[in-house]
């Protein structure tokens, strides 16, 4: 009997706690990434910064993060992937020490690029590692566990960030130690950098990656833990997949002819199409968009916590469903409810009245509309693209290419993430929120064809079986 009819009674217990450790690299990558949205104004005051410096100080982190995404896949597969945590864990706790006591916006910019490669190389180690330590019957729902660790870091990040400003009156106002509050939201990622380094030293490494270093008795130890029973014809399958006379290359995603892979070209498409829809204008911007349409900065604040909510929420549902259903309904289901979000919103923005400053300014039933429009499109995207995307990267490849694969497809993630987070200010500007949403519409459509014509279904399938 094949090992893909075949499910091994696998000690459940045991893999979700190495998958939950390895899944804080996902939490760091959230809370890294949000929380300088509450201390965006507090920056370029405290260090007399024009937009476009203040600009980069978001935006920069995220060519940092393409860098280590990039480069993680190789140091992974050299060094181990518990290594390669523990490495981004010391950059994540140098980064969030520097980051607070930064002199001047260059020394700033540094300490975020440096947690960048961090939450980077987070990205790709995180579900390489679930998927290889996972059993098949249980690899979507634990792979689903870096998008809740991310949307749960990203909800503390600004729930930090509320606590701090409020409790000190401003995000450039004295808290402790009369120390500027906005330093102390960089200080609070502290305590998570160093328990992710902590708990990365405690899991054990990748069966495949010890079984492609000829390392067997220790894959065979650790298969044992994770399924129980016989492992050695585990053992035999993974080696059949896993080159072992050398290491893993970029050429290896080369076809005959040249150009890349099909199955890379649709990595990268997914990478991309998730960033296109515009998530994270709603997490990087959301108070400044929210004010932009006429709320209170309380009340922004108030909101970006509420869709933080939502994220989680509806992450859950995709943890619950993404075994049962499969990737590619739920999918499929997301870009239908994304496109006609993001429609209606921006209908709304494009056909807003304007007040003195140029900002549409949504009264009445309009500003309702929208708002339940917003969290419905995070709802939409929180159940497919946001968790599904990141379990695909981490199994549609073989295991011959996946780490070099994984790199390249989250790599590109970040360069579309940085591409929205940077061009979004001036499309506010020069066209207005309407036009900005009308070209995320256009991204959601089009990711309804992709998956249509590109996605195979991957569930139920063995990894060596890809």
Same mark, same amino acid.
């Given at each position: 009997m094949s090992t893909t009819t075949v499910r091994r009674k696998s000690n459940t217990f045991y893999v979700i706690l190495i998958a939950g450790a390895a899944a804080l690299g996902g939490f760091l990558f959230g809370f890294d990434t949000a929380v300088i949205n509450g201390a965006v104004r507090a920056l370029?005051?405290?260090?007399?910064?024009?937009?476009?410096l203040t600009g980069l100080a978001v935006s920069l982190a995220l060519l940092g993060s393409a860098v280590g995404a990039f480069y993680a896949g190789k140091i992974a597969d050299r060094y181990g992937r518990v290594k390669a945590m523990v490495a981004a864990s010391v950059f994540f706790t140098i980064s969030a020490i520097g980051s607070g006591i930064a002199f001047g916006i260059w020394d700033f910019i540094f300490w975020r690029v440096l947690g960048g490669i961090a939450v980077g190389a987070a990205s790709v180690i995180a579900p390489a590692y679930i998927a290889e330590c996972s059993p098949t019957h249980l690899r979507g729902r634990l792979g689903s566990l870096q998008q809740l660790a991310i949307v749960i870091g990203i909800f503390i990040a600004l729930i930090c960030n509320y606590f701090i400003a409020v409790s000190a009156g401003s995000a450039e106002s004295p808290f402790l130690f009369g120390i500027a509050a906005w330093r102390w939201m960089f200080w609070t990622e502290i305590p998570p950098a160093v328990l992710y380094g902590m708990a990365a030293l405690m899991i054990p490494e990748s069966p495949r990656y010890l079984v492609a270093q000829g390392r067997e008795p220790e894959a065979a130890n650790v298969l044992t833990k994770i399924l129980g029973?016989?492992?050695?014809p585990k053992i035999e399958e993974i080696r059949q997949t896993v080159l072992r006379e050398r290491e893993p290359r970029l050429s290896d995603l080369l076809s005959r002819s040249g150009g890349l892979l099909p199955i890379v070209w649709i990595g990268i498409g997914l990478s991309?199409?998730?960033?296109?829809?515009?998530?994270?204008?709603i997490f990087y911007y959301s108070s400044v968009l929210w004010r932009a349409v006429g709320f209170s900065e309380k009340d922004s604040l108030s909101i970006t916590v509420i869709t933080g909510a939502v994220n989680i929420i509806t992450t859950l549902i995709a943890i619950a469903f993404v075994d049962k259903f499969g990737r590619k309904p739920l999918l499929i289901l997301g870009s239908i409810g994304m496109t006609f979000t993001l429609g209606t919103m921006a209908y709304l923005f494009g056909n807003?009245?304007?007040?003195?400053?140029?900002?549409?300014?949504?009264t009445g039933s309009a500003g309702t509309v929208a708002l339940i429009a917003a969290n419905l499109y995070v709802f939409c995207f929180g159940f497919s693209w946001g968790p599904v995307v990141w379990v695909l990267l981490g199994e549609m490849f073989n295991n011959k290419i996946r780490a070099a694969a994984l790199s390249v497809a989250a790599a590109m993630q970040?360069?579309?993430?940085?591409?929205?987070? =940077?061009? #979004?200010?001036? !499309? +506010?500007?020069?066209?207005g929120l309407g036009s900005a949403y009308g070209?995320?519409?256009?991204?959601?459509? =089009?990711? #309804?064809?992709? !998956? +249509?014509f590109f996605i195979k279904e991957t569930n139920g399938i063995e990894l060596e079986d890809m």
């Open positions: 370029s005051q405290t260090f007399n910064a024009n937009s476009v029973g016989n492992v050695l991309v199409l998730q960033q296109f829809v515009g998530i994270n204008v807003a009245p304007l007040d003195a400053a140029g900002n549409p300014n949504l970040w360069i579309a993430n940085f591409l929205i987070s =940077t061009t #979004f200010p001036p !499309i +506010l500007q020069y066209f070209l995320y519409t256009i991204a959601a459509a =089009t990711s #309804f064809f992709f !998956i +249509l």
